[in-house]
């Protein structure tokens, strides 16, 4: 323990980017340590995209590692660099201000409880991840009420133990958004999920919203827990294309699913109550998309989708993500698109596949493009002249 203290303390010294590894959570936190106390630590985190996410308190005993030099580290600082190149739109981050004398836990969930922060939680011996509004903070526990934005009829009140609580994050992007959203999805009304699963109806129900506002869910059947959420963009013969929303409720690329694919469409749920609520409140504040992407894209309903995108990704190189028949997930970028088949350069942390693989295109199930992640790591290997 001594040396992780120590670790930690160099990083808040040196103002070094650190990850730091959880004991009991394959959760990684990416950021700057901002204060070290006797029992915990506040990290200042930032998201996949290289942009400030709120903060995370971590007991002192669930941290395993503190990182500090990866590829991963590096790539992080990269996307970080472009994102204020870029411009990226960006949650306000930890603003909040810490003594080191006194308990982390308790100044977090006093804040959040005086402020009316959306916190998520982390509780000892329990895998579950609790989102809620604090509602009492006194000297032996901790009283809150738990949001669950899959679920209204579902959001009980806890009273905890704060010595029980080991994660506690804190002013993130979509928690954030979630304290916002809050009184109005306090007005919204519980909705059982509706549900098309007779897959002779999924393309007079798909036709019907194509073009169109309503936000929908498509369940894909290699996963059923899976999910994407979006609105459905346009229909051909075989497929469909979907402008997805990320969990934040801002655009999150495009995905392109084969009928024969789809398990089910989702047409009414809580969640996508939460996800309109959502996207209604970013396009309110003009943040509905990061600039780089483009939400405007139109596609021919004529034609076969699967052999257009790879062959326009093969054409400009472009960053997409392929799942193909026999559940193998690939990101990376087509070359030599003909008839049948094309090669698939597969792009990993630790290098890219030069030579490629050659699958059919009929193989190919979904296949998504035009999302920030794509985005980034085309950007990155383009400036590094990897691509």
């Given at each position: 323990m001594n040396s992780i203290v120590n670790d930690l303390n160099r990083a808040l010294a040196q103002r070094l980017l650190v990850n730091v590894y959880q004991t009991n959570q394959e959760v990684v936190y990416t950021g700057y340590v901002t204060t070290v106390g006797e029992t915990g630590i506040i990290l200042a985190t930032y998201d996949d995209f290289g942009l400030p996410d709120?903060?995370?308190?971590?007991?002192?005993?669930?941290?395993?590692?503190?990182?500090?030099?990866?590829?991963?580290?590096?790539?992080?600082?990269?996307?970080?660099?472009?994102?204020?190149?870029?411009?990226?739109?960006?949650?306000?981050?930890?603003?909040?201000?810490?003594?080191?004398?006194?308990?982390?836990?308790?100044?977090?969930?006093?804040?959040?409880?005086?402020?009316?922060?959306?916190?998520?939680?982390?509780?000892?011996?329990?895998?579950?991840?609790?989102?809620?509004?604090?509602?009492?903070?006194?000297?032996?526990?901790?009283?809150?009420?738990?949001?669950?934005?899959?679920?209204?009829?579902?959001?009980?009140?806890?009273?905890?133990?704060?010595?029980?609580?080991?994660?506690?994050?804190?002013?993130?992007?979509?928690?954030?958004?979630?304290?916002?959203?809050?009184?109005?999805?306090?007005?919204?009304?519980?909705?059982?999920?509706?549900?098309?699963?007779?897959?002779?109806?999924?393309?007079?129900?798909?036709?019907?919203?194509?073009?169109?506002?309503?936000?929908?869910?498509?369940?894909?059947?290699?996963?059923?827990?899976?999910?994407?959420?979006?609105?459905?963009?346009?229909?051909?013969?075989d497929s469909v294309i979907m402008n997805l929303l990320d969990m934040s409720g801002q655009f999150g690329g495009y995905t392109l699913m084969r009928l024969s694919d789809v398990n089910a469409i989702v047409v009414e749920s809580d969640y996508l109550q939460t996800m309109r609520l959502f996207s209604l409140l970013n396009r309110a504040r003009q943040q509905p998309l990061q600039p780089v992407l483009n939400d405007e894209r139109l596609f021919d309903a004529t034609v076969d989708q699967f052999r257009e995108r790879l062959s326009q990704a093969a054409t400009f190189r472009t960053i997409i993500h392929v799942k193909l028949k026999d559940n193998d997930s690939q990101t990376g970028y087509p070359s030599r698109v003909g008839g049948e088949r094309f090669i698939f350069h597969e792009v990993s942390e630790d290098e890219i596949d030069q030579v490629g693989k050659a699958y059919r295109i009929a193989d190919v199930e979904e296949l998504s493009f035009g999302y920030l992640d794509a985005y980034l790591t085309e950007h990155q290997l383009r400036v590094e002249g990897d691509l």
């Open positions: 709120g903060a995370v308190f971590l007991a002192l005993n669930v941290i395993d590692e503190v990182e500090f030099s990866s590829d991963d580290l590096d790539n992080m600082s990269f996307r970080m660099k472009t994102a204020q190149e870029e411009r990226f739109i960006q949650a306000g981050g930890l603003t909040m201000k810490f003594d080191t004398q006194r308990d982390l836990r308790r100044q977090v969930l006093s804040h959040a409880w005086v402020d009316h922060l959306v916190i998520m939680l982390v509780l000892k011996n329990d895998e579950h991840f609790y989102e809620g509004l604090v509602t009492s903070v006194a000297s032996e526990e901790v009283g809150v009420q738990l949001i669950n934005k899959f679920d209204y009829s579902d959001q009980p009140a806890m009273i905890l133990n704060p010595a029980d609580i080991e994660v506690i994050e804190f002013q993130g992007k979509e928690l954030t958004l979630q304290g916002i959203a809050a009184p109005h999805l306090q007005k919204l009304t519980h909705v059982e999920q509706v549900a098309v699963e007779d897959p002779t109806q999924f393309r007079d129900t798909l036709q019907q919203l194509a073009g169109k506002d309503p936000l929908v869910a498509l369940i894909p059947k290699h996963n059923k827990d899976l999910f994407f959420v979006g609105q459905i963009n346009v229909l051909t013969d």
